[in-house]
């Protein structure tokens, strides 16, 4: 027996058309050209089809990070060793295309959009997760973590953000040891 009427979702092969679509039409255009007429330019898929399930650029970028594969890490044993190499991967990740033009996007939006402003606190929250999953292995939680972290990334979203420039390494790599120094071990 056939169900009648639209199905729940869009077809696994119309998301992954229009989500590809999307990615590079982000990292080309940036995120204000995610609207469902530049999509359906790009993909040929219906605007009818975009507008319903995808009707903001927010709700683009929304179902973007929810397809992003999650980053899985190993962690040593040695904490500080440890978020020596997330200040690392933060870094190299803040510099490759995908993560800055959407936090440049998210914060864009964010602006005329108020479903943008928790889309990008759960982006950043994704972001600076590693570094406190390092800390709570360390048995380090609360106000201490919630500092360290804020000292070690803030300035490299700043960075990266506001500043349009590199974010600084060494700086991140000070406040890891500012924070935990080796001697004190």
Request: aromatic share 4%; charged share 20%.
């Amino acid at each position: 027996m056939s169900k009648i009427g639209r199905p729940a979702g869009p077809a696994a092969d119309t998301v992954s058309t229009v989500l590809t679509a999307a990615l590079e039409v982000l990292l080309t255009e940036g995120g204000a050209a995610l609207t469902p007429l530049r999509l359906h330019q790009a993909t040929g898929v219906s605007r009818s089809t975009i507008y319903r399930h995808w009707a903001t650029p927010t709700d683009v970028l929304a179902a973007l990070i929810d397809v992003a594969p999650p980053v899985q890490r190993v962690l040593s044993g040695d904490p500080v060793a440890d978020l020596h190499a997330e200040v690392d991967l933060l870094c190299d990740r803040l510099r490759d295309r995908p993560v800055a033009a959407f936090l440049q996007a998210l914060v864009t939006m964010a602006a005329s959009d108020d479903a943008a402003g928790p889309l990008r606190q759960r982006y950043v929250d994704d972001l600076v997760a590693p570094f406190r999953a390092v800390l709570a292995s360390d048995g380090v939680t609360g106000e201490r973590a919630d500092d360290a972290v804020n000292a070690i990334v803030a300035p490299l979203l700043v960075d990266a953000l506001l500043l349009d420039r590199p974010a600084s390494r060494e700086r991140a790599h000070r406040a890891v040891d500012l924070y935990f120094p080796q001697d004190a071990a």
